[in-house]
């Protein structure tokens, strides 16, 4: 069985230095900003917030600076990410761009679209939806059936995109297509584009979560003209890009630290003297230290340029565990006690029904433990 290394260390001191700027800029910026919007942690955004965070530099801080970077460490990034997580801050115009899609242009049109887009990413300026499942496939994305066929410099798009987060707001989709038939090797002929949101063809219906909000979307594509240079890296080689890209998606501490608020909340709420409640609020605790000290070991393999899939599939997977507790402990410990629309009270019903998503999103707990077993060598 191959060895699980997991090598946490602490935070350099610069990366230390940084948190008490990033908490001075909160405190300043998110004075009064509500609870009820806090719990929504990365699912809220204000575009103007996110260009704030590009005009100090705290968006693309890893890039190079030829893409409006700031070759700073992960390390760094990681402080910049907890710190806005741990407060709840309004960051979705910006999170997927700056995650996953930036990066993804970065390593595969480093000469064509990113130098154009990248930088806008970095000054918080664009937001991104991600063009992957579709009705009839989500953890078998192989099987996906939007197709693009060549057209007149460049493709049309027809099929159906489903769950995609954010469409309603974002200025551009990576989508993953099929632009050659389904062969024996399932995961050939796929290519990913990078389309614009207003290109004439877009049907975008809301589809409401069970929180009542609108995040998700059904995105239909009815002959949607993308120009050649918006393929992204090579025709057909969108099945190795969308792992990378999945790999970037998995990766980041918002992985456990969703659900923050609602122990913030009770660790408010709570009376030092119960016992039990010292001991469950202690229990998450020691859970939350033991995730973050392996989520910094993300950073540190990202750092020397190692692939860090299995130990963030490990996160995930127990961060999802970890986060979709949370709300029983507080019914558990609270629950007929809680003043109505206190922000405990907020906090626990807003969560309770998010929770469930947070072990599919990103990727179902039974794919990642599949992802894990293969990285242990265990299939
Ligand atoms: C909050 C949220 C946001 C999302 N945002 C986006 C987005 O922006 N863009 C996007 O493209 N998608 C998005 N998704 C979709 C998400 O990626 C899919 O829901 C997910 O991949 C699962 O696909 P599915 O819903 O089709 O479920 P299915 O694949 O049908 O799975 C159903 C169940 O079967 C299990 N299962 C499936 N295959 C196997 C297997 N081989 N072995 C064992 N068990 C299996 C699954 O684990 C799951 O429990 C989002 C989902 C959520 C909940």
């Not at 890039?63 to 409006?68: S, V």
């Not at 997580?85 to 595969?108: F, I, N």
């Not at 630290?257 to 469950?280: C, F, G, I, N, W």
């Not at 340029?305 to 402990?329: C, F, M, R, T």
């Amino acid at each position: 069985m191959q060895a699980l290394n997991i090598s946490p260390g602490a935070l350099p001191p610069e990366a230390e230095a940084l948190r008490a700027e990033v908490r001075a800029f909160v405190a300043e910026h998110l004075a009064g900003f509500p609870v009820r919007e806090r719990v929504r942690n990365w699912q809220g955004g204000d575009p103007a917030f996110s260009r704030r965070l590009g005009e100090r530099g705290w968006l693309g801080m890893t890039w190079p600076r030829r893409f409006g970077g700031h070759e700073r460490s992960s390390l760094e990034r990681f402080v910049v990410l907890e710190e806005l997580l741990a407060c709840g801050a309004p960051v979705v115009h910006h999170w997927v761009a700056e995650r996953q899609s930036g990066p993804l242009l970065m390593r595969y049109a480093p000469d064509t679209l990113a130098p154009e887009i990248v930088p806008r990413i970095a000054r918080g300026e664009v937001s991104f939806c991600i063009g992957m499942s579709e009705p009839d496939s989500g953890s078998d994305l192989a099987s996906i059936r939007t197709r693009a066929t060549r057209a007149d410099g460049g493709w049309r798009i027809n099929g159906r995109k489903v769950w995609t987060s954010g469409a309603h707001r974002a200025d551009y989709m990576i989508a993953l297509v099929r632009t050659r038939d389904r062969s024996e090797d399932r995961h050939a002929g796929m290519s990913q584009f990078l389309i614009d949101m207003k290109t004439p063809g877009f049907t975008i219906r809301p589809i409401i979560n069970q929180v009542g909000e609108h995040d998700f979307n059904e995105v239909t594509f009815d002959d949607v003209f993308v120009p050649e240079r918006q393929l992204i890296g090579v025709e057909g080689g969108g099945w190795q890009q969308v792992v990378a890209e999945l790999a970037f998606e998995r990766a980041g501490p918002e992985r456990f630290l969703s659900s923050t608020q609602l122990v913030l909340e009770m660790l408010d709420a709570a009376d030092p003297a119960d016992p039990r409640q010292a001991v469950a609020i202690g229990r998450l605790t020691a859970q939350y230290a033991a995730l973050r000290q392996m989520s910094v070991a993300v950073q540190r393999m990202v750092a020397r340029g190692e692939d860090p899939a299995l130990i963030a599939s490990i996160v995930k997977d127990q961060g999802a565990l970890l986060e979709q507790s949370i709300p029983d402990v507080a019914h558990d410990l609270f629950g007929g006690r809680v003043e109505p629309d206190s922000t405990l009270e907020q906090a626990m019903t807003y969560l309770t029904l998010a929770v469930p998503s947070f072990s599919l999103r990103g990727g179902t707990r039974e794919i990642l433990r599949g992802i894990i077993a293969r990285g242990l060598g265990l299939r």
